[in-house]
């Protein structure tokens, strides 16, 4: 039987972030409500020279070799931050990396589970074409605005997949649960740069979407909690996905208790020092779990659970591959986070305020101070300029 899962996988932030304890002490907030309350401690900071683009293609950027080029022949790229409401985002991505021209590139589209959608969408794609390989991008720059309620769990980041047969890192099982109901917790409307969000509702449905596919897995496949060696969340913030999986904690034993909680700690990591991502959060988590957790086996099954707003739920499982560990990039993501800038709070509201032109005029930026390889240079023409500064 053929096995079909993620063969590669990337990640990248911004360079610059804010310390929470700082962004609290400016709106009169108590740290611990940030640091403790919504467990987050950093939040990355998007300069105008990235977008959800080029987040998405240098996190690409990372992963892919020659032979991947030539082998992707579908990118499917999960936003809900996309650049434009008729070309897809994938199609930069493709232009940008270079990628085999014989190849499909669509945006995928339903708040944070956008990316999920793509990696499913990969598997059907791969089961009838084996020698392919897709690349699944989740990218996206949360914002809610200055001084809102949501403001301390905005960020800015992206995840790529490089999904095929056989792969490295892990298999992703058949068995899956998927729920949907239409419901306003969190919506953008086109003419809106922020997002609006019920953050109560937003909160409830997300424990119910979990609780429904959860039990509903159970029902169908016959697993149980000690079947599982962590279990992934999207973390809109790191204490969301505790919440839901203090829930079925009581179902396992004293071991599996232990094991999954200390499992999800490590989940956790890079969450809580990049921020909320929508669409690549639960991946960015998947990807912290397997470069921070030194115990984890090969042969491990790992749940995973994926929530976008409106709302789509998901729960679905993988196999950790043997040597999975060597085709990580723990270095490099140890690198990244350690060479990023802090901006002070004024410095990021000014960032946040800085936004492209809407009525056609022409703008060139400055990205000889973004250390990314791929920038936004401008816009001319209403046509964003793009650059790879490798090329």
């Known amino acids: 039987m053929l096995k079909i899962g993620i063969d590669k996988l990337g990640f990248y932030a911004p360079h610059l972030y804010l310390d929470m304890t700082k962004l609290a002490a400016s709106r009169n907030v108590d740290p611990d409500k940030y640091t403790i309350g919504i467990g987050q401690d950093k939040m990355a900071v998007a300069p105008i020279t ?3 683009v080029t987040l998405a293609a240098n996190a690409a950027l990372e992963i892919l070799d020659d032979r991947d080029k030539e082998a992707i022949d579908f990118v499917i790229f999960g936003t809900e931050t996309g650049v434009d409401s008729s070309k897809s985002a994938g199609v930069y991505v493709h232009e940008l990396l270079g990628l085999n021209p014989y190849a499909r590139a669509i945006e995928v589209k339903q708040a944070c589970y956008g990316a999920t959608a793509g990696i499913q969408m990969a598997k059907g794609h791969i089961a009838m074409n084996p020698d392919s390989k897709v690349l ?6 949360a914002r809610y605005g200055l001084n809102t309620s949501g403001e301390a769990t905005q960020g800015a980041g992206a995840v790529a997949l490089l999904i095929s047969a056989d792969p490295s890192i892990m298999t992703l099982e058949d068995q899956s649960v998927y729920f949907t109901s239409d419901i306003m917790d969190f919506w953008r409307p086109v003419y809106s740069d922020k997002a609006f ?3 109560k509702l937003s909160n409830e449905q997300y424990m119910a979407f979990f609780s429904k ?3 509903q897995y159970k029902a169908k496949t016959g697993m149980e909690l000690s079947d599982f060696a962590a279990i992934c969340y999207h973390l809109p913030y ?3 996905g505790y919440k ?4 079925i904690l009581g179902e396992g034993s004293e071991d599996v208790q232990e094991r999954l909680s200390a499992n999800y700690k490590m989940s956790t990591t890079y969450n809580r020092n990049v921020g909320n991502i929508y669409t690549g959060s639960l991946y960015l988590s998947l990807l912290s779990l397997m470069e921070q957790a030194e115990d984890l086996a090969a042969g491990s099954r790992i749940g ?8 789509v739920g998901e729960f679905f499982t993988g196999i950790l591959q043997p040597n999975y560990q060597q085709h990580l990039h723990v270095d490099q993501h140890a690198r990244l986070f350690a060479s990023r800038i802090e901006v002070t709070v004024p410095e990021y509201e000014a960032i946040f305020e800085e936004t492209l032109p809407t009525d ?3 703008i060139e930026l400055d990205i000889d101070h973004d250390p990314a390889n791929i920038c936004l240079a401008g816009v001319t023409d209403d046509k964003r300029q793009y650059v790879n500064k490798l090329n």
């Open 238 to 240: 790191t204490k969301m």
């Open 213 to 215: 596919v959860w039990e």
């Open 197 to 199: 969000a019920d953050g």
């Open 244 to 247: 839901a999986l203090k829930t």
């Open 304 to 311: 995973m659970f994926s929530y976008g707003s409106g709302a």
């Open 360 to 362: 056609g005029t022409t």
């Open 50 to 52: 990235q977008d959800a």
């Open 136 to 141: 699944v991008l989740g990218s996206d720059i």
